[in-house]
């Protein structure tokens, strides 16, 4: 359990670097994005998806979402919901359907 921590929280620090980066970063999505590529997508200034591209928070059909995984998912739902009500297409669907 404590690699894991480690793990999380050094990938929210390597998230939060990428964010603070001065100039725009791009991110490039293709097929299933989900998990922490969808956190690394989302922390991207502008995301540009192919037509394929499906898009998902896998951890919340376990029920593992904000309020249970208080590390990682609080940081990617919160990143998500900044997102929500720009002129991002974003989905705000967080039930986990397909």
């Known amino acids: 359990m404590q690699r894991f921590r480690r793990f999380v929280a050094e990938s929210q ?21 989900g998990g922490l590529g969808l956190e690394l997508a989302l922390a991207c200034d502008a995301r540009i998806a192919s037509t394929g591209a499906r898009l998902g928070m896998p951890e919340v059909r376990i029920g593992a979402g904000p309020r249970r995984r208080r590390h990682h998912a609080a940081d990617a739902d919160s990143r998500l919901r900044a997102l929500e009500g ?11 359907r397909r």
């Open 86 to 96: 720009t002129d991002h297409d974003c989905a705000n669907d967080r039930s986990g």
């Open 13 to 33: 620090a390597s998230l939060n670097r990428i964010e603070s980066i001065e100039k725009p970063v791009i991110g490039a999505l293709h097929g299933f994005v």
